[in-house]
């Protein structure tokens, strides 16, 4: 049974910081694309970022050069890096993976997902 684990949320004023981090066990294909997507309040899940085991990152245009997904794939966990935080990055951010390693997947597309960890941004 694969199981994600998220943590690292938080509460942050705006142009601060925060890391994501989320371990995914029982995983027990080899390669694994893996991503993080965000939902606020009224708002649907969107994609925040995403990255496969060869290391390919995608980044939703809101955040790229503020966000970096990287990972530790003998561990099986990918991590956030979020810099220059706006309130507008407040959201329930959860984290996803799927054995196909190659695709290009939606959100309703990733098999595995965690519980989310909230970030909020404060003015």
């Known amino acids: 049974q694969v199981q994600l684990l998220e943590s690292g949320g938080g509460s942050v004023e705006v142009g601060g910081s925060l890391r994501l981090s989320c371990a995914a066990s029982?995983?027990?294909?080899?390669?694994?694309?893996m991503g993080w997507f965000r939902q606020a309040p009224g708002k649907e899940r969107e994609a925040v970022a995403t990255i496969n085991t060869p290391g390919r990152q995608i980044y939703a245009d809101s955040v790229r050069g503020r966000f970096t997904i990287s990972q530790e794939v003998a561990k099986n966990t990918v991590y956030l890096q979020m810099h220059m935080l706006k309130p507008e990055d407040t959201a329930m951010y959860y984290c996803?993976?799927?054995?196909?390693?190659?695709?290009?997947?939606?959100?309703?597309?990733?098999?595995?997902w965690g519980q989310g960890t909230q970030v909020s941004v404060s003015s």
């Open positions: 029982g995983y027990s294909h080899s390669r694994y694309l």
């Open positions: 996803a993976a799927d054995p196909r390693w190659y695709a290009l997947l939606t959100a309703n597309e990733f098999q595995y």
